[in-house]
C-alpha cells in the first residue's frame, strides 16, 4: 500500500527525481529530500504559509500538496531567489526595510510576494494585505513586510528603490 | 501532520477516473484541490486507502457560456473565479464570495466543486449557488444526472451525491440584467469560516420586489434556504419593515451549533444582520 514512487520535478531550474510514499507531503521531501531549508513549516491545519513555494506560477502551501501531485511541475523556493549571488528585489526589500526579525516566515512571505508582484506589479497596501493574508508573521507586525514588498515593487518596475528609513540612503539606486 | 498510508492513482480521463472510482467504492476518495481532504487526512479524520486525484482532467476546467447558462468545471479553482473576465461581467456574486473564501494560496488550489461536494455547512459555495439557482452535473458510470444546488445539501458533510459519481460541472443560469446581489460575511479575520453569512440574489420590479433568494452559510447542520424569509419580501415593496421581516425569519430558520465561533443566539443575531445588509446592498445593485 505505501509502496514508494519515483518523482520528477524541477527545483529552481534543476531536475530532481524523489522516491516517496504517495502520503508524503511536498514540504518534507523538500526539506528533508532535497535538502532545501528554507521553506518552513509552522502549522498543520494549512494556516501559516511559511511552507509557500512557487508551483506551476502559483503560490502553494506545500504542506497541503503531496509530492506525487508534483510529477512534471516547476518547482521554486527561496533558495532559487537570488541570481548569480545577487539578491531578488524582494530579498533587499525585506533586508532594507526591516521586513523580518526571527526569519521563520520570510522563506513564505518572499515566495508569496514573488507570485503577487508579477500577478500585480503596482499593488495598492490594501492590495498588498488581502493577497498576502495567506502568510502569517509573529515578529515585525506586517508593516515592515507591506514597505517591503512596496520597495521591491519599484524596483522591480522602474529599477529604482527607496527606503522608506529616513536615515537609510538606498544605494540599490546605484547598483542599477 | 503525516496521513495514513493510501495507494495514489492519476487518471488521465473521465471514464478512467470513474472505472477507479467503481473499482474502489468506499475505500476510495476524489482529489481535488486538497484543501479540505489533505487537512483531514493529516489529521488522521479521514483515512482512505485511495487516493484518485482528477488534478489531470482536462474536461473538469474552464468557464463558458451556453445559451445563457454559465457552465464552470468542477476543478476551477478560486483563483480562476475571481480572474474569470466573464463571471465578472455575468456572474459578480461568485466573485464578491470567491474573495472572501479562504486565502490567495488555498484559492490556487481549491475549487468549486470540491467546495460544493465537501458538504461543509462552513463553506461559502453552497449559499452562492443556491443564491444563484445554480445545479450540478453528477456523472456516473451508468451516466449524467442534473440535480439543482436547492436541496442538493443535506446534512453536515452529506450531499445527494453518490460514492460512484463525480461533479463534472456547475450551472448557473445567467441573472437577468440588473439583478442585484450580495454576500456578506461575518468571521473573526481573513481566511476564517463564517460565523454567519447570508448570500442574496434580488429582482425588482414596479417597485415591488419581483423575486429574492436568501441562503445562510454556517448556522445550521447544512446550508439554509431562507424561505420564509423570501417570501417575506416577494411582492412586497423594499422597505425597512420587510427588510426587518424577512431578517427575522432568516434567524428562525437557524440552528447553528455553539463553538468558538459564538454561542447560538449571537449566530442567529448575526444571520440576520448579514441577511439585512446583504439585502441593502442587493437592492442599491439592483436595476429599480
Known sequence: ??????????????????????????????????????????????????????????????????TVQAEGADVKTVEGLAQGGELHALQEGFMQEHGLQCGFCTPGMLMRAYRL???????????????????????????????????????????????????????????? | MIPRPFEYHAPQSLPEALALLGAHGDTAKLLAGGHSLLP??????????????????????????????LWIGAMTT???????ALLEAKCPLLIE????????????????????????????????????DASFVLQ????????????????TYATLIEPTEILTGIRIPVPAAGTGYCYAKLKRKTGDFATAASAVTLRMRDGHVDDVRIAL?????????????????????????????????AMAACNPLPDLRGDEDYKRAMAGEMTRRALRTAYERSAH
Not at chain 1, 507591506?146 to 522608506?164: F, H, I, N, P
Not at chain 2, 478560486?78 to 474569470?84: D, V
Not at chain 2, 490567495?104 to 468549486?112: A, D, F, H, I, K
Request: net charge negative.
Open chain 1, 1 to 66: 500500500m505505501s509502496k514508494k514512487t519515483m518523482v520528477s520535478f524541477t527545483l529552481n531550474g534543476s531536475e530532481v527525481d524523489v522516491a516517496v510514499e504517495p502520503r508524503e507531503l511536498l514540504i518534507h521531501t523538500l526539506r528533508e529530500k532535497c535538502l532545501h531549508t528554507g521553506p518552513h513549516i509552522g502549522c498543520e491545519t494549512s494556516h501559516c504559509g511559511a511552507c509557500t513555494v512557487d508551483f506551476n506560477g502559483m503560490s502553494v502551501k506545500s504542506c497541503t500538496l503531496l
Open chain 1, 117 to 176: 508582484l508579477q500577478e500585480n506589479p503596482d499593488p495598492t497596501e490594501a492590495e498588498i494585505r488581502y493577497w498576502m493574508a495567506g502568510n502569517l508573521c509573529r515578529c515585525t507586525g506586517y508593516q515592515n513586510i507591506v514597505k517591503a514588498v512596496q520597495y521591491a515593487a519599484r524596483k522591480l518596475r522602474d529599477g529604482t528603490a527607496e527606503s522608506s528609513h529616513p536615515l537609510i540612503e538606498a544605494d540599490a539606486a546605484h547598483t542599477h
Open chain 2, 40 to 69: 483531514m487526512m493529516k489529521l488522521r479524520f479521514a483515512q482512505p486507502e485511495h487516493l484518485i486525484d482528477l488534478g489531470k482532467l482536462e474536461e473538469l476546467h474552464g468557464i463558458r457560456e451556453e445559451n445563457g447558462v
Open chain 2, 78 to 84: 478560486e483563483n480562476e473565479l475571481i480572474w474569470s
Open chain 2, 97 to 132: 464570495g470567491a474573495k472572501q473564501i479562504a486565502d490567495p494560496q488555498v484559492r490556487y488550489r481549491g475549487t468549486l466543486g470540491g467546495d460544493i461536494t465537501h458538504g461543509d455547512p462552513g463553506n461559502d459555495h453552497p449559499a452562492l449557488m443556491i443564491a444563484l
Open chain 2, 140 to 155: 456516473g458510470a451508468q451516466g449524467e444526472r442534473v440535480v439543482p444546488a436547492d436541496g442538493f445539501f443535506v446534512g
Open chain 2, 217 to 249: 452559510t454556517n448556522v445550521g447542520d447544512t446550508v439554509i434556504r431562507a424561505t420564509d424569509a423570501e417570501d417575506a419580501l416577494r411582492g412586497q415593496p423594499f422597505d425597512d419593515a420587510h427588510v426587518d421581516q424577512a431578517a427575522r425569519r
